[in-house]
């Protein structure tokens, strides 16, 4: 099976059509939007074990295990692009679970390596200027993101993004938006779904962006403007946040990898530090449209 992450080439073989199902649903929506080296993943179901409690991480040198106990665990070489998973019946049949701590974590982690850069910011484009929306766990990200898409802006990514390497564009994945179980006092068409756990622990409401043909989306766009949040009983305004002071707030969210790939990200974010960076402070969700949109 072949899909395409982000835009990038990945190679699936598997002995489970359960697996087949969980990469279409994570990546089946994608077309081949950029060239570089296919990823090669090998994902095998093997009879027996319990569903996979949550696994550990580890990374040394150009190698990253993924295990929970010894039937589900998966090892991936970063530098060849390639990874092998065993797992069992029972974690595969959790596919919420299988794709958030193996499936969509080898690739991600896979394509950090050659292909793009991961920032913890939302996304969102009109008229072909992308603005990357800054902050921490709780700072209202999604759901500036989606209020902007509710207003016509096209809608890129809810919570994080991706740049290509040492380039100021954007990937994301506009096909899912998570908002906190809150989110209802803000948009009150939500009043009907309920929030879910999701494999982390957090409860969201999940939003399925073709169901909502109103909202336009987008899979990448050049970024125009970074901005951080800053919701607080605070008069409106966008203040303009100085290059040093902007590069070290994205500088700290970089995930450490090896050496050269950590350089490669830290490049690519001191080129987005070049672009009008502003603090945007903000009480309500029409204050910041406005102010965004000008």
Known sequence: MTCFPLGFRANLTTNSPDVVRAMDESWGHGRQEFDGQPLDLRVFVTEGGEKAAEPSFRIERHLLSIVSDRNN????????????????????????????FFLDALILALLAQKHTVPVHAGCVSRAG?????????????????????????????????????????????????????????????????APRARPNGKLSIEIKTRDCPSIRTASSTPVHRVVFLHRRDTSPALVPVPKEAALEAMLRDCVPYRDEVSARHRATVRKLSDLPAYRLQYRTLDEAIRLLSS
């Open 129 to 193: 200027a992308g603005v990357l929306l800054f902050g921490a766990s709780g700072a209202g990200k999604s759901t500036l993101a989606w209020a902007c898409a509710r207003a016509g802006w096209n809608l890129v990514s809810d919570d994080a993004a991706w740049l290509l390497p040492e380039s100021a564009l954007a990937i994301g994945r506009p096909q899912q938006v998570r908002l906190r179980p809150d989110a209802p006092r803000h948009f009150p068409e939500l009043e009907a779904l």
């Open 73 to 100: 665990q998966a090892v991936a070489d970063l530098e060849r692009l390639f990874a092998s998973c065993r797992v069992t019946p029972a974690t595969v049949a959790d596919s919420a679970w299988f794709r958030w």
